[in-house]
């Protein structure tokens, strides 16, 4: 028994990192993964604007946003997750973005969600263009009750919703989240 949670951890691990490679997305074109990232982050906005209403004007409203439409996140002990999206400039499409990091602690599962990123001003979508910005995983997203009205609360500069998990997780942890920019051409 004594062999069998090491064992256990180090298979939920490589898991994690095999799950990518999996990722049917891989074998499309550049083009039709753009044209699906981007039809998903849309339909993420709307599904945002739908569950938190106080979001629909700080779209146009804030100096840009980050749009994660599906944030894979699993454990055992140890975890990790990672998702891709875009990020918009003023209302334009300035990048493509990935959020990743990893976890340890109490924790069991896996599950999908997505996440929202609103940059106030500029000076914070350049922390975060620079790699600068990293969020605690688990405690930086509002989580504001469904058909919430108040304000979005900004701290820092950022404000972030995480909203649709699906999946069944059970985590009290620590960890961190880490972005990468990548600018359109």
Do not use: W
């Amino acid at each position: 028994m004594k062999n069998l949670i090491p064992a256990t951890i180090v298979l939920a691990s490589l898991s994690l990192v095999a799950l990518p490679a999996c990722d049917s997305t891989s074998k499309m074109s550049p083009e039709d993964q753009m044209k699906l990232l981007k039809n998903d982050a849309d339909n993420t906005v709307t599904r945002c604007k739908d569950k938190f209403p106080s979001t629909k004007g700080e779209f146009s409203k804030a100096y840009g946003y980050a749009v994660y439409p599906s944030i894979g996140k699993g454990g055992l002990i140890v975890g990790g997750f990672h998702g891709n999206g875009l990020v918009y400039e003023g209302g334009k499409l300035v990048a493509k973005s990935s959020v990743g990091g990893g976890t340890i602690g109490a924790q069991i599962g896996g599950q999908d969600y997505s996440e929202v990123i609103f940059f106030q001003d500029k000076s914070a979508l350049d922390r975060f263009k620079r790699g600068e910005a990293a969020f605690q995983a688990g405690g930086s997203a509002v989580a504001a009750g469904a058909g919430a009205s108040a304000a979005v609360d900004y701290k820092d500069g950022v404000a972030v919703f995480a909203f649709g998990a699906e999946g069944l997780m059970l985590e009290g942890v620590i960890g961190g989240q880490t972005f990468s920019f990548e600018p359109i051409k």
